[in-house]
């Protein structure tokens, strides 16, 4: 009995002692395949890791690169933007010019020449400081009250010659002569075509003929009475043919219809039958006037060639 009991201790004890085991050993293999494990995706997570970073600093690269083109872009759109109006402020100016340089009347309208500014664009001179015409410009060379010196000082530096325009020797002021020299030459304008149309105007008025009298108007007669207005005369055939007047042609009844024919001659009414006297016996016929006589016009000459052989041997 005892040696059961003793065995079978003995195997109970080495049954716990294989299930300690056993799970001592199942239990370091999962640690250690979970350790693997770990590793393995420690390092495929460092992999996607650093792939992600290398492809989010190519793609930050790249979307630095583009922003760099589009900032260039940007720039270079805007100096051609700047170009492109810097061109047609240019064009103006030569348009202008142009047409100042073709006036002759020296009270005749100049027009401003605008100048391009940065940031701005086109810009032209306020019109209050601006000479309407060739004249105003040129009277600045002499400024006679201080509207003149404001506009010649406006325009100077408008036009940006007032370094050019400053004469060392009047302590740093203005030269009004050199600045409308200046002026001119920016306008476009020719003094010599004003001065030869003055001197044209001058030739023609001094060879202008006396105006021509007026018409006089026709006096009243001695009663006072105004004359009787010119009458149209009618022009008269020169063969003194006269005019064949004009003659109506007296109308007709109409026929009558083939029913009142028919009653009119069996003597009766054809409305009720009754007995009418005859149309004959109480309307007399209307006699037929005959076509209107013909106007009597002088025979009219034919040329010798036009004369038929019968005729001439006839006349002859």
């Not at 009004?176 to 030869?196: M, N, T, W």
């Not at 022009?235 to 009558?256: I, L, Q």
């Not at 009119?264 to 054809?270: D, I, K, Y």
């Amino acid at each position: 009995m005892s040696s059961e009991l003793a065995t079978e201790a003995f195997v109970k004890g080495e049954i716990d002692s294989f299930r300690l085991a056993t799970k001592a050993f199942v239990k370091a293999e999962i640690d250690s395949f979970r350790g693997e494990i770990r590793a393995e995706i420690d390092s495929f997570r460092g992999e996607i890791r650093a792939e992600i970073d290398a492809f989010r600093t190519e793609t930050n690269n790249r979307f630095q690169s583009v922003d760099a083109d589009i900032k260039e872009l940007k720039t270079d759109v805007r100096q051609l933007k700047v170009t492109m109006s810097e061109m047609q402020v240019t064009m103006r100016q030569i348009e202008v010019r142009a047409r100042n340089g073709r006036l002759k009347n020296p009270i005749s309208r100049i027009r401003p020449i605008p100048i391009y500014v940065d940031g701005r664009g086109a810009q032209e001179p306020d019109a209050r400081f601006f000479p309407k015409y060739a004249d105003q410009l040129y009277s600045l060379r002499k400024p006679q009250n201080d509207s003149e010196h404001q506009m010649l000082a406006y325009l100077s530096k408008f036009y940006d010659i007032w370094q050019e325009a400053v004469d060392q020797s009047i302590d740093d002021d203005i030269d009004p002569e050199r600045a409308v020299e200046l002026l001119e030459e920016i306008l476009g304008l020719d003094e010599e075509r004003f001065v030869a149309s003055r001197a044209k105007a001058r030739l023609l008025a001094s060879q202008t003929p006396a105006a021509a009298e007026k018409r006089p108007r026709p006096s009243t007669d001695s009663s006072g009475a105004a004359p009787e207005p010119i009458r149209r005369k009618l022009k008269t055939p020169s063969d003194g043919t006269p005019t064949v007047p004009f003659t109506e042609t007296p109308s007709r009844a109409p026929p009558p219809g083939p029913r009142l024919q028919q009653a009119q001659e069996a003597g009766r009414n054809p409305s009720d039958g009754s007995p009418t006297v005859p149309l004959t016996d109480s309307i007399p016929p209307t006699e037929d006037p005959g076509p209107a006589p013909a106007a009597t016009l002088p025979a009219r000459p034919r040329h010798p060639s036009t004369i038929p052989d019968s005729e001439e041997t006839s006349g002859s």
